[in-house]
């Protein structure tokens, strides 16, 4: 059992792939794609926080969950519906707090006794987004999750 996160998916955003000039023709085929990477590294038994922007407006995004494997632990997002999940979340990776949250921010929980921050939202390709914070969002991690525990590492490093 593993522990991966993710986020920005935005399953069913045809307009997105201009926005954060994602490589595909279409939303057919990033939808594709983001479901055979993420069915690829991920397990039934494993788990994946997703930290929001799951689907474009909500979508349909029931449809979506059924295809992917693993637990699903929700976060909110700003393209997500009320109440999709929750607004923030501190998880352990081995010795390390890592808070996690749709957007990134400056400071957080445990800052300064070295805790990390993962977040999306930016749609940026850099993994490093400040010190000891990280993008987790597909456009950073080659459109699949990646194991929590590799991220809070590469921001200890």
Known sequence: MTDFVTGCTHFGHANII?????PF?????MDRTL???WNAVVGQRDTVYHLGDFAFRGGPGEEYLKRLNGRIVRLQGNHDPNGWGADYMRVKCNKTRAVLFHYPIEEWD???RGAVHL???????DFVSGKRRGNVGVDATGFT????EEAVARLLE
Do not use: Q, S
Request: net charge positive; hydrophobic share 35%.
């Open 119 to 125: 977040h999306c939202h930016t749609h940026k390709p």
């Open 145 to 148: 999750p990646m194991r929590l």
């Open 18 to 22: 201009k926005l954060a000039n994602r």
């Open 25 to 29: 023709a279409d939303v057919d085929e």
């Open 110 to 112: 445990g800052w300064y």
């Open 35 to 37: 479901i055979a990477n």
